[in-house]
């Protein structure tokens, strides 16, 4: 799969909006991240970390740690992990599990899930450049399979917080749909092509379409 060789003035001025967007989003956000720090302080089912970090495959296969506000219980990783039937369920649904089958998710993790607020902290990832506002969804390294000797090929890209597969239609597409969607932006990326999938990406989390 041959892609456009991307511009350096594009390539610049990327980086520039997600360093300018997140430093704002940081700002304004503020007072959400407080809202949700208290909850967790005074919330007896929530208590524990309100940042939760999972490890994902970046740009050029390199390893980073993905930042959400915490909408499982503690240790949710290694509870999937050491439930073979809710492990086997997990894969069999594209690597999710709906919130109403997923016992790890909390009621309030519900909502942030809902809401797409459990995403925000992902502008600090932003800054550190590790990932970009528009992007492929960075996957975990088992997900990698799907894509086959086109892995390469996704991995060239830094990963986003929003993207094409979001914009489509979020967790309401599977495997191997996802893949041509998230290869189709690689071939395709560019300035105008990203600021649509900004606003549609918009467009659905206000209407909450996908999210679990």
Not at 25 to 39: E, R, T, W
Not at 78 to 106: F, G, S
Not at 132 to 140: D, E, F, H, T
Request: charged fraction near 25%; charge should be positive.
């Amino acid at each position: 799969m041959k892609t456009k060789s991307k511009s350096r003035f594009y390539l610049i001025t990327k980086r520039f909006l997600d360093v300018v967007l997140s430093c704002v989003a940081l700002v304004l956000l503020s007072p959400i991240f407080l809202v949700v720090f208290l909850v967790y302080q005074f919330d007896s089912e929530n208590k524990g970390p309100v940042i939760f970090k999972q490890k994902r495959v970046g740009q050029d296969n390199q390893d980073f740690y993905i930042l959400k506000f915490r909408s499982m219980v503690v240790n949710a990783d290694q509870k999937l992990h050491n439930n073979a039937e809710l492990y086997q369920k997990y894969i069999d649904n594209n690597y999710k599990l709906p919130p109403d089958e997923d016992p790890r998710v909390t009621r309030f993790g519900r909502w942030l899930r809902r809401t797409s607020v459990d995403e925000l902290p992902q502008f600090i990832n932003i800054l550190r450049g590790e990932m970009s506002i528009v992007g492929p969804r960075p996957v975990v390294r088992e997900e990698l399979a799907e894509y086959g000797d086109k892995v390469d090929v996704f991995l060239s890209v830094r990963p986003g917080a929003m993207g094409l597969w979001q914009a489509s239609g979020r967790s309401n597409i599977g495997y191997p749909e996802r893949c041509d969607l998230e290869l189709s932006y690689v071939k395709n990326a560019g300035l105008l092509f990203d600021t649509r999938i900004f606003f549609k990406n918009i467009l659905h989390i206000v209407t909450s379409d996908g999210a679990y």
